[in-house]
């Protein structure tokens, strides 16, 4: 299955910074409509894939991050995934993200491309390692990230056996002229340890933070981090993850629920 069994994208890691507490010249935003930790999963070479991943943020930041930004708070997030195989180790994808406020105004976020490429992998019902990069462009509107375009370079490290998968994603995030604040890259990893408990099903944990710039991590207050319990089914029908997310500090959001479905095609 596709990117199901804890694709994070976090990227996903929001700033979810305090009002007040950063000025204009500091804040950042990032649209926060996808938890997924990549691991090994990917399309065969001519294989077409569709998912749709939905969250929402029940209680969260409710400040704009930067003058004209929409917060997390109470919003609505639905992303359609659409994806194509290039070859057994490259697949393209393409994200159609829609949010909708805590207003009721529904926005197009505009796409956003990427390419995965996993060139290590071990054999089908093999253990093993596993390692690829995920690259992602994306120019997403002002009102929900600070600048566009954006770039996301996704290293994917793991490891999987018949019980137990292990994924990182150290993800770097650099944003081209932003509207507020600097271009400095962002760190913001992604973790996912899952357990499989009965056929097709496996619980885990995954964990997301945004470090801040590369150079100068945020200090642990104002860092989002974001701790989520889920649970995969990668059977037939309509393979799922979903999770509850709770934030771990002051600056995250407190709660978040997310789940990705995988459509048939």
Not at 228 to 257: C, E, H, M, Q
């Amino acid at each position: 299955m596709r990117d199901v069994f804890g694709k994070s994208k976090r990227r996903l890691a929001w700033p979810l910074l305090l009002a007040g507490v950063f000025a204009a010249s500091t804040a950042r935003a990032e649209l926060p409509d996808e938890f997924q930790v990549y691991d090994d999963s990917i399309n065969a070479a001519g294989q077409f894939g569709l998912e749709l991943h939905l969250n929402t943020t029940p209680d969260g930041r409710s400040v704009p991050a930067y003058p004209g930004e929409i917060p997390p708070d109470h919003g609505i997030r639905n992303t359609f995934e659409l994806s194509y195989g290039l070859s057994d180790t490259l697949e393209a994808g393409l994200y159609l993200p829609f949010v909708r406020d805590a207003a009721g105004t529904t926005y197009f976020a505009r796409p956003r491309a990427r390419l995965k490429w996993i060139p290590l992998k071990p054999e089908a019902g093999q253990a093993g390692m596993f390692a690829g990069l995920n690259v992602e462009v994306s120019a997403v509107n002002t009102r929900l990230e600070q600048g566009r375009p954006a770039i996301e370079l996704r290293p994917i490290i793991g490891y999987r056996d018949s019980q137990w998968l292990f994924v990182v994603n150290p993800v770097i995030d650099l944003t081209i002229r932003p509207r507020y604040g600097s271009s400095e890259p962002d760190f913001n990893p992604g973790v996912k340890i899952a357990r499989t408990v009965v056929p097709d099903w496996a619980v885990g944990l995954e964990y997301y933070d945004d470090f801040g710039p590369v150079n100068h991590f945020d200090s642990a207050n104002r860092q989002s981090e974001q701790l989520f319990a889920a649970v995969d089914y990668t059977g037939k029908g309509l393979p799922f993850n979903v999770g509850i997310g709770r934030g771990l500090n002051a600056a995250s959001d407190k709660w978040t629920i997310k789940a990705i479905f995988e459509i048939p095609i």
